[in-house]
Nanobody, 128 residues
Framework: QVHLVESGGRLVQAGGSLRLSCAVS????????MGWFRQAPAKEREFVAA????????GYSTSANGRFTISRDNAKNTVYLQMTSLRPEDTAVYYC?????????????????????WGQGTQVTVSS
């Protein structure tokens, strides 16, 4: 069983920054690609960013590219999402997710269907 706990979400003004954290337990973290997704009210959960096992390969949605940075600290079993230049449309519940049965290639997935463990989510609200 894998347990994920997100933190760091809060209310922030447009243009501001936030760093989300996701602490992972119950599995060898360094062997697990990780992803961040988000879900706004009345919308489907969407991909935001993902990172491979080692932290050397990352991928972003079009919206996140250039503004968000995903990283991981395998010594701390934690994955981060640094968000800058936040916009009201970034308002959502942000979830981290673990892919415990990753393919050899690509090094991470952008599909929520490939992630089998999820955190409870952390609310990010961006005011205009």
């Amino acid at each position: 069983q894998v347990h994920l706990v997100e933190s760091g979400g809060r209310l922030v003004q447009a243009g501001g920054s936030l760093r989300l954290s996701c602490a992972v337990s119950g599995r060898t973290f360094s062997s697990t690609p990780m992803g961040w997704f988000r879900q706004a009210p009345a919308k489907e959960r969407e991909f935001v960013a993902a990172i491979d096992r080692s932290g050397t390969a990352t991928g972003y949605s079009t919206s996140a590219n250039g503004r968000f940075t995903i990283s991981r600290d395998n010594a701390k079993n934690t994955v981060y999402l640094q968000m800058t230049s936040l916009r009201p449309e970034d308002t959502a519940v942000y979830y981290c997710a673990a892919d415990t049965s990753p393919a050899f290639f690509p090094p991470y997935s952008r599909s929520r269907r490939d992630y089998d463990y999820w955190g409870q989510g952390t609310q990010v609200t961006v005011s205009s």
